[in-house]
C-alpha cells in the first residue's frame, strides 16, 4: 500500500483562500481568527488529511509548548493527584507534559538531559531528588518553577510553596486540649526538604506547650514502612500521637495499631499530611494537613502561563486540617 503524501500548510492555505498565518491560527485557537473561518479550515483540513506538525512549529516561533514535569513517582498518590489537576491546567492552554519520573532512576541527571533535548520551555520540579542548581544547569533555555520547597537561597526563580504553621498548630493545639503529651514523629526519606519542613512545623508548634517529640523513626513514604515502623514503636512504646509524614504512612500505622489490639483515637491518635483521597475513606478516616484543592495547580499554571519576560514570583499556600477519626472528636469551632 502507497501512502498518500499529505497536504502542506502552504497547500490547505491555497485552498482554503487564505493566509499560513490563518492555518496556524485556525490550529491553535487563536481569537484573531474569526470561528466561520476556523471552521472552514479545520472542515477542509480534515477532508484532505492535513495535520499540523507541532515540531516545526516549534522551530519557527522558538517555543515547543512542552512543560517537564519533574516528580518522584506517580505510585504515590499525593503526586499523582497533584499531577492529574495540573495536566488538565495544562492542556487546557494546549500545552503539553513531558512526566520524568526521578526517584527510583539510577542517572537522574541523563533523564533530565535527554528531556532538555527537546526544547522544553518550562520546568516544574517537584521532586525532591533532584536539587534546583541540577535543574537550572541542565534546563538551561526553560523557565524553571520550583515546587519541591528546596531552599532558594536567596536565588530569583518562579517558587510556590506550602506554610502549614496554622494548620499544624490548630492539630496540637486541639491534641494538647485532649491531654494528650506523648507525640512521636515517622519521616520520610532523610533527604526530603518538606519532611524537614513538616516535622519542624510539628516542633514549633510543640514547643509552645512545653513539649516535643519523644522519638523520630525514619520511613520512605511508602504505606509499607508507616506499617512496619509503627508495628515495631508501638510493641515498645505507647504514645498518644503518632504524626507521620504523609497519608499512606498514616494509613500503614494504622492498621498496625489495629493488629496490636489498639483503638485508633483511644489509644493513639494519628495524623497525616497531603490530603490523598484514599485517607479520606470512610475506611481510613485520617486527619490530615493539605493545601485548599486545586490552588497549587492553580499557581503553578498561572506561573507557567506568564511571557517569558516575566520577572521570577513566589507564591505561598496555606494549608488547612481536614479531620478524620483518627484523631477522635473534631473539634468544636
Known amino acids: 500500500m502507497i501512502r498518500r503524501k499529505g497536504l502542506t500548510s502552504v497547500e490547505l492555505a491555497k485552498l482554503a483562500g487564505v493566509s499560513s498565518a490563518t492555518i496556524s491560527r485556525a490550529f491553535s485557537n487563536d481569537p484573531r481568527i474569526k470561528p466561520e473561518t476556523r471552521e472552514r479550515v479545520l472542515a477542509l483540513a480534515a477532508e484532505h488529511g492535513f495535520r499540523p506538525n507541532a515540531m516545526a ?88 518553577i520550583v515546587a519541591s520547597s528546596e531552599p532558594l537561597e536567596g536565588r530569583a526563580l518562579f517558587d510556590v510553596r506550602l506554610d502549614a504553621t496554622a494548620a499544624t498548630a490548630q492539630i496540637v493545639d486541639h491534641l494538647v486540649g485532649q491531654g494528650r503529651r506523648h507525640f512521636v514523629y515517622l519521616s520520610g526519606r532523610a533527604s526530603s526538604h518538606i519532611d524537614k519542613q513538616r516535622m519542624r512545623w510539628f516542633a514549633d508548634a510543640l514547643a509552645r506547650h512545653g513539649m516535643a517529640f519523644e522519638i523520630v523513626e525514619h520511613g520512605d513514604y511508602s504505606y509499607e514502612s508507616g506499617y512496619k515502623e509503627a508495628a515495631l514503636l508501638l510493641r515498645r512504646l505507647r504514645p498518644d500521637v503518632l504524626v507521620c509524614a504523609n497519608d499512606l504512612m498514616a494509613i500503614g500505622a494504622k492498621d498496625a495499631a489495629a493488629l496490636l489490639g489498639l483503638k485508633v483515637a483511644d489509644d493513639v491518635a494519628i495524623v497525616g499530611h497531603d490530603g490523598v483521597s484514599l485517607s479520606n475513606w470512610d475506611s481510613h478516616s485520617i486527619t490530615t494537613i493539605l493545601p485548599p484543592a486545586g490552588i497549587v495547580s492553580d499557581a503553578l499554571a498561572q506561573f507557567i502561563s506568564l511571557t517569558p519576560a516575566s520577572e521570577p514570583q513566589q507564591r505561598v499556600v496555606d494549608c488547612m486540617v481536614r479531620w478524620g477519626r483518627s484523631t477522635g472528636e473534631f473539634p468544636r469551632h
Not at 505510585?75 to 495544562?90: K, M, Q, T
Not at 516544574?124 to 533555555?141: N, P
Open 57 to 144: 512549529r516549534s522551530l519557527n516561533n522558538s517555543r515547543s509548548r512542552l512543560v517537564a514535569l519533574v516528580v518522584n513517582t506517580v505510585a504515590n498518590p499525593a503526586e499523582a493527584e497533584g499531577l492529574d489537576l495540573l495536566i488538565h491546567r495544562l492542556q487546557e492552554r494546549e500545552l503539553m507534559p513531558l512526566l520524568l519520573c526521578c526517584a527510583n532512576h539510577e542517572d537522574r541527571g541523563h533523564l533530565m538531559r535527554i528531556a532538555s533535548t527537546y526544547q522544553v520551555d518550562h520546568v516544574v520540579l517537584y521532586s525532591d531528588a533532584v536539587s534546583v542548581d541540577d535543574a537550572l544547569d541542565i534546563f538551561r533555555s526553560a523557565t524553571l
